[in-house]
């Protein structure tokens, strides 16, 4: 769990001053842990505050905590009741809440000789697949200018990349993101806390929650927000980013239309694989895809094992020297649907 926002009723026949302190009460709201983990954010409607609540905060002040149980979501619940909606200088003036919106992450290590950046061909792999199940779906991407790394990847139903996206999967670089947002001291802290922050891949599934109905105090503090939309969330990402079928269907479609290239190149006379793999490497995500190309293009057994130990070492090469994935494409998206699949709720 990392984030919700709900729209909190007040009021409003209040006067600006209280709807001032009303928000700096929540504003600096903080847990037992001494971590504030509440946000307003700006809303022109007075008749109903949104704000963010954020639940790793609540334990340790940023989202490198990661919140695995629901009895940890409703103690942030609770004390948000208690210390806001029950506060006896404020109860009178609040009315009920609704859920807006939910964010629910999941991580995935990297391997220790590998970068966020590392994994361009997966994330176009999943882009693809996602512009293929997602109608007027279209990914974005933010790299660094200057080196030229990738940073953060949505895939949004709609292309938007801010909250008028009613789903939308984030996947970035959780490390890079902390060193961003932190104090120097605080990060360092961070990462002496968390010593597998740099291999985290975050995947965030955020979507805005259309129910009908509001809440009470007692009522949300008790409402089981990551046991209702866990599962859910798990199956966005299985079904639109990460579904075998659509990632086998691909491979299928990149390696016959490879060979279909493969075999005009070799007709043409001259031929060397090195080129052949430089011209068409944007389009060559995986060693699979161009061994499955090589296996339709090639009809000669020794021809073609002769031209199959020449391209694993030009893709092997390319791997090393780039830290770009390439010979394993297909097995490290299957590790990663596989790691979704394993997440399990816990009490």
Not at 62 to 74: D, E, H, K, P, V
Request: with cysteine; net charge neutral; charged share 25%.
């Amino acid at each position: 769990m990392d984030t919700i926002e709900i729209g909190l009723k007040i009021n409003k026949n209040l006067g600006m001053d209280y709807i001032q302190n009303f928000i700096g009460k929540i504003n600096t709201l903080k847990s037992p842990y001494g971590n504030t983990f509440c946000d307003v954010l700006k809303n022109p409607n007075l008749e109903t505050l949104i704000i963010k609540i954020s639940y790793p905060r609540y334990f340790y002040g940023n989202n490198a905590y990661l919140i695995t149980r629901r009895s940890q979501c409703f103690e942030v619940q609770k004390h948000f009741v208690d210390n806001i909606m029950e506060d006896l200088y404020w109860k009178d003036n609040i009315g009920e809440i609704n859920l807006l919106r939910v964010d629910i992450p999941f991580t995935y290590q990297m391997r220790d000789n590998e970068e966020f950046n590392s994994y361009e061909n997966v994330f176009q792999i999943c882009a693809i697949v996602y512009n293929r199940t997602k109608n007027k779906a279209r990914p974005k991407a933010f790299i660094d200018m200057i080196d030229r790394k990738l940073e953060t990847i949505i895939y949004s139903d709609n292309g938007k990349t801010d909250k008028s996206s009613n789903n939308k999967l984030m996947i970035y670089n959780q490390y890079l993101n902390l060193n961003q947002k932190l104090d120097e001291e605080i990060f360092e802290e961070t990462l002496e806390a968390y010593g597998d922050l740099p291999y985290r891949i975050r995947m965030e599934v955020s979507k805005r929650i259309r129910l009908r109905r509001s809440f009470d105090g007692q009522s949300f503090a008790n409402l089981d927000i990551l046991g209702n939309y866990f599962e859910q969330y798990k199956n966005y990402i299985l079904d639109y980013v990460l579904n075998k079928d659509e990632i086998d269907w691909q491979y299928n479609l990149w390696s016959e239309q490879l060979a279909k290239v493969l075999i005009e190149s070799r007709a043409k006379g001259n031929f060397n694989y090195e080129v052949f793999i430089l011209q068409n490497l944007s389009t060559i995500y995986d060693y699979e895809i161009l061994r499955r190309a090589l296996g339709s293009g090639i009809e000669n057994i020794s021809t073609r094992e002769n031209a199959i130990t020449k391209v694993r070492k030009i893709l092997n090469d390319i791997q090393q020297e780039n830290n770009i994935i390439v010979m394993d494409t297909y097995a490290v998206l299957m590790k990663m649907r596989d790691t979704i699949i394993n997440y399990r709720l816990m009490d």
